[in-house]
């Protein structure tokens, strides 16, 4: 007994290290699990308040920048009126369609913090349940993909980028629906990877990648990126491709989070079939 | 006799706000993430003991993380430079001991003194850091471009705020 008294008091610096670090570090690694509900992060409300202050004063540089981007879409969307269509024909016709029902809705937000440099990236939005926003919903912007709310509060959410290590996206080849898994390394945060591509797939570089729809996240079809190259080594199976992404993620100010109004239809029936499977 | 206290509760509140509103915002490529709150650590008095100097690394830590995402990264590895600064002064000790009235800053230790010291620390943090984040082996020579560029960095920043923020102790 005197002894582990002895013990305890010579070592106790470093037991209270190895306790505290194991603390953290279990902290850390919850952190990472975004499958939990219970973290703490830019969603809790004092931190939230501080830098929606910052994002008041700083929104301000950027403004030039996220005009000219709501400029695009606008530009984009104006050809779609029904002004900008010539009328080929005269007729009076009636629309009761019967045939589409809504499947996508999209809540916009404004990105008020964001990180580009770490292996996990992440944006704090400034919308959170109260305008409907649940956890697992994609999120889009003008230019393309961006990622995945993980985290919400009642007025803020946070959104993992598609620059993270632990997010894929489902994507495929615009001209041939070939499907595949989008990575990031870590590296370039304009690159993407896709690995374990076949070969006797048709790729040229400048093909393009769009996302593959039907994981109830995205629809189907939004900008994800070009191939800017195929790497291949000798004795592999198979090849990977690098993708430029179309999404600066440096200078992303406004974006959509996609609402589907089909998802928990979806996800029962998948769900029916893996228990039943089991 | 509460003045000290209350000095490095400001200092504290000061550099968690730097860090969290501003630092943590310098994004100029993947390579750079720059820290300067390792200085509220550094810049402790000599004679703090470890139990103190690791409580206050913990708070540090975790005010610091919530500003970010991934929450308890930035407290582990506060931890560890808390645990072994006492070793590393030890290891650095002038040939009469510290005079225990002055602090570890550039001012009042000198350029050479402060800047090993500081370095030493600095790198022990980021590495750390960059380790606990990234954890994959095939990605070690980016975890050692991360860490030295953002060494560099870091230590700009901490000589720059005890220029604007520190004056020499009165000796």
Redesign the interface.
């Known amino acids: 007994m005197q002894n582990l008294f002895q013990f305890l008091k010579k070592f106790r610096n470093f037991l209270l290290f190895i306790i505290l670090q194991i603390f953290v570090l279990g902290l850390f690694i919850n952190s990472k699990d975004f499958h939990r509900s219970q973290m703490t992060n830019t969603s809790s409300s004092l931190v939230g308040w501080f830098i929606e202050k910052r994002y008041n004063i700083t929104k301000h540089f950027n403004l030039s920048a996220a005009n000219d981007s709501l400029v695009a879409a606008n530009a984009a969307l104006k050809e779609q009126l029904p002004d900008s269509f010539y009328p080929l024909q005269g007729s009076i016709f009636y629309v009761n369609d019967t045939l589409k029902k809504q499947q996508f809705q999209y809540i916009p937000a404004t990105v008020i913090n964001s990180s580009n440099n770490k292996i996990n990236n992440y944006y704090t939005l400034n919308q959170g349940s109260a305008q409907g926003i649940e956890i697992g919903m994609g999120v889009i912007s003008d230019n393309g993909v961006i990622g995945q709310i993980i985290d919400v509060s009642e007025y803020y959410s946070i959104v993992m980028t598609v620059l993270s290590d632990d997010i894929k996206v489902n994507v495929k080849l615009a001209k041939n629906n070939e499907y595949w898994l989008l990575n990031w390394n870590g590296k370039d945060s304009e690159i993407g990877q896709i690995e374990d591509v076949k070969r006797d797939v048709p790729l040229t570089v400048g093909d393009r990648v769009i996302t593959r729809g039907g994981d109830t996240q995205f629809p189907e079809g939004i900008a994800v990126g070009t191939i800017d190259e195929i790497v291949s080594e000798d004795g592999d199976q198979t090849i990977s491709l690098n993708i430029k992404l179309d999404v600066n993620y440096n200078a992303v100010y406004h974006v959509y989070v996609v609402k589907n109004l089909m998802r928990q239809q979806q996800l029962e029936i998948e769900e029916r079939i893996l228990s039943e499977d089991q | 006799m509460n003045s000290p206290w209350i000095k490095y509760s400001a200092y504290f509140v000061l550099i968690v706000?730097i860090q969290?509103?501003v630092i943590?915002?310098i994004?100029i490529?993947?390579?750079?993430?720059p820290m300067i709150y390792p200085v509220m650590i550094l810049l402790l008095p000599f004679e703090l003991n470890?139990?103190a100097t690791?409580l206050v690394a913990?708070i540090l830590?975790?005010s610091v993380?919530?500003?970010?995402?991934?929450?308890?990264?930035n407290?582990?590895a506060t931890?560890?430079i808390a645990?072994l600064r006492p070793s590393l002064l030890k290891l650095i000790k002038p040939r009469d001991g510290y005079d225990t009235t002055l602090l570890p800053t550039i001012h009042d230790m000198g350029k050479l003194w402060f800047l090993s010291y500081a370095t030493s620390l600095l790198f022990i943090h980021h590495l750390w850091f960059f380790t606990?984040?990234?954890f994959?082996f095939d990605?070690f020579f980016?975890i050692l471009t991360k860490t030295l560029s953002s060494v560099v960095f870091s230590l700009l920043l901490i000589v720059l705020f005890q220029y604007i923020f520190y004056k020499p102790s009165k000796k």
């Open positions: 706000l969290g509103l943590q915002n994004q490529n993947e390579y750079l993430n470890v139990i690791l913990l830590g975790l993380d919530a500003f970010g995402n991934g929450f308890g990264l407290a582990s931890l560890v645990y606990v984040e990234i994959r990605l980016l």
